[in-house]
């Protein structure tokens, strides 16, 4: 089984706002640099999205090592998610799920390999880990481009 490394981020320019995600997938010695975003979102939304995304790239069942510095989708998938399943995706404040369409879409392609999730403090001068924060940032400043040309 091929062995991968992800490295994942994402970011927001307020919350919601244009939001932007950045992910380095390592397969050996062949590395392959990511990002997108949406226009309204938010950070959580970016954090999945940029693991979603990298996993999509991924056709054949590997061991796949996921480096983030997001707590929420770490323990989101070690630790809460089978809470929220068991209980009709609802979380502990008794609120429904946020971001419970990507939650399920992770749910699904994690399903096709071995992940380990690993946890990062962000903006300690992880290389890789701060180059994804900068490509998510990079595809916000697109964002902002745009819409300036637009009001010209």
Not at 57 to 71: F, G, L, W
């Amino acid at each position: 089984m091929e062995e991968i490394i992800i490295y994942c981020d994402g970011a927001c320019s307020g919350n919601p706002g244009p939001g932007g995600f950045g992910c380095i997938t390592k397969r050996g010695d062949k590395e392959e640099e990511l990002s997108g975003g949406e226009l309204l979102t938010t950070n959580n939304r970016m954090e999945l999205l940029s693991a979603i995304t990298s996993l999509e790239m991924i056709p054949r069942r590997s061991k796949i090592t996921i480096v983030s510095d997001s707590q929420y989708l770490i323990k989101g998938m070690t630790e809460w998610i089978s809470g929220w399943q068991m209980k009709g995706w609802i979380n502990s404040k008794k609120e429904p799920v946020k971001n419970k369409d990507l939650w399920l879409k992770l749910i699904n392609l994690s399903k096709k390999h071995s992940i380990k999730w690993e946890w990062v403090r962000g903006h300690e001068g992880h290389k890789e880990n701060e180059r994804c924060d900068y490509l998510a940032r990079e595809y916000i400043k697109k964002f902002k481009i745009q819409n300036l040309k637009f009001k010209i």
